[in-house]
């Protein structure tokens, strides 16, 4: 695994957090020494990285830690990490294993289990991470609730993150959405008000076969299986696709 760019935070994965990185460096192994290897996906969020092992899906997160999304559950308090750390479970601190995907939106990240269950780490003024509450998740991976938040959310197959919402595809081809929706990124049909803090089934479209993100702005992507494409969420810079680059669009367009 290389990194490059801003390193101030500990993201690069090399033993510092002073300097950035103005060409790719190897990322170091586990407690700084060695370097990271076995690793089939990797994903940054805001200031923060983390890396799927190929053999078991162990996780592993480095960078800013101060919401907790490295997932390393250091608490409330907990400083930048400059090497890999293994992520753990908040709710028996056993190691995480069997991740499939990793999304990182601005200060969160979720990530999604083989067993098509969804778990999430950091900020959740929003609701983001999809447990009921508003307490940032930083005493490691929370598993997000049902819709309701009645049982767990199961059955998913892709996970995506805009800056503080979150968005999952069942297998059904049904997407549910939790977290803030000040420019109508949950696709409800509406722009503003309720942040649900547990997953909402988005009805207005279905049968999607895949999600995307804008990066770490507030809009979503989704296609169809007939090619079909749809956008929601912020839409000041035409990024909405729908002729305008003012309007927000609460409802898939």
């Known amino acids: 695994v290389y990194c490059w760019g801003q390193g101030t935070s500990g993201q690069i994965g090399d033993n510092q957090s002073s300097s950035d990185r103005t060409s790719p460096v190897q990322v170091v192994g586990v407690g700084g020494s060695g370097t990271l290897t076995g690793i089939r996906d990797v994903t940054c969020g805001d200031s923060v990285t983390h ?6 899906g162990t996780l592993y997160g480095w960078g800013k830690n101060y919401y907790g999304m490295v997932g390393n559950g250091a ?11 293994v992520a753990i479970f908040a709710s028996d601190d056993s190691v995480v294993t069997g991740i499939t995907q990793i999304n990182g939106g601005g200060d969160h990240v979720m990530f999604l289990k083989s067993d098509g269950t969804v778990y999430g780490a950091g900020y959740n003024a929003y609701g983001q991470i999809g447990n009921a509450t508003s307490s940032d998740a930083h005493d490691g991976l ?37 977290g803030n929706n000040v420019d109508g ?31 770490r ?15 929601w969420g912020q839409g000041n810079s035409g990024q909405i696709g ?4 003012t309007a927000d669009q609460g409802t898939p367009t």
């Open 185 to 215: 990124q949950n696709g409800l049909g509406t722009v503003g008000g309720t942040n649900p803090s547990t997953p909402v089934a988005i009805t207005l479209l279905t049968g999607v076969d895949t999600i995307a993100r804008g990066a």
């Open 217 to 231: 702005a507030q809009h979503f992507i989704s296609t169809k299986s007939d090619g079909s494409v749809f956008c």
């Open 242 to 245: 729908d002729g305008t680059n």
């Open 142 to 178: 929370v598993q997000v609730l049902g819709v309701g938040g009645s049982g767990n959310l199961t059955g998913i197959t892709q996970i995506s993150t805009c800056d503080s919402t979150s968005l999952a595809l069942k297998n059904d081809g049904t997407m549910y959405v939790w």
């Open 75 to 85: 608490g409330a308090t907990a400083s930048s990490v400059t090497s890999p750390v």
């Open 51 to 56: 890396a799927i092992k190929e053999s078991d």
